[in-house]
């Protein structure tokens, strides 16, 4: 295809020195995107097909991801306090942000099990969302405690959640389970309430 689009990335894209005070005077003042079809971030898709890559988002793409989530997302999810395990090198890891702000949302995230347990009490966490393994690693490192009582949701995605996942969710963190599904290129496709996954197993979204 002649007219494809190729942008090239070195080494600069990733250079950051820790012992450099982030000046964000200057880039706040830094001139942006011109253009609604510049690409403004690549994120790693999570290899649904066996083939993980790299995938270009636009800025026109962003903006119309998040206003699409906040039409269809829960209000549970959207509003209070969230903590999403996600990594910011994956679609759902830098849409968490982007989503959140902009609903005067605000949003954890940790770098282990027992770290969010910390702040799902600390900051009263609402929401918590991860992929099935995450959710598994913060049953584990809940152990026998007593549920967190401030989260009134959880979201799991990218992959089907197994009816036993479920029922321990449900029984551990939160009775308000959705799974939700979708693609890096296309974005979130289809959402299931815990109703849905019981009815219907293997469904993912």
């Keep these: 295809v002649s007219d494809l689009p190729i942008r090239r990335v070195d080494a600069r894209w990733f250079a950051f020195d820790q012992s450099v005070p982030t ?3 200057a880039l706040l003042a830094m001139p942006g995107f011109s253009h609604p079809d510049d690409v403004v971030r690549y994120v790693y898709s999570s290899g649904t097909t066996g083939r993980p890559k790299c995938v ?16 269809v997302l829960h209000q549970r999810i959207l509003t209070g306090a969230a903590l ?13 942000p982007l989503v959140s702000h902009t609903a005067g949302a605000l949003l954890c995230f940790s770098s282990s ?4 347990l ?8 609402s929401a918590l969302a ?5 959710i598994q690693g ?5 152990g026998n405690a007593a549920p967190p009582a401030s989260l009134r949701c959880v979201s799991v995605g990218g992959s089907k959640v197994p009816l036993a996942l479920l029922t321990e969710i449900r029984s551990r963190l939160s009775s308000f389970v959705f799974g939700g599904y979708g693609s890096t290129e296309i974005g979130s496709l289809t959402m299931a309430s815990g109703a849905d996954i019981e009815r219907h197993e293997g469904a993912a979204g």
Excluded at 56 to 71: D, G, S
Excluded at 138 to 142: G, M, P, T
């Design 23 to 25: 000046d964000y005077s």
């Design 56 to 71: 270009a988002l636009t800025n026109r793409t962003l903006e119309t991801r998040i206003a699409h989530t906040h039409l």
């Design 84 to 96: 999403n395990m996600m990594g910011f090198s994956t679609i759902a890891g830098i849409m968490a």
């Design 113 to 116: 099990y027992a770290e969010a």
């Design 118 to 125: 910390n702040m799902v009490r600390m900051f009263n966490i």
């Design 130 to 134: 991860g992929a099935v393994v995450q």
């Design 138 to 142: 913060i049953l584990k490192a809940l």
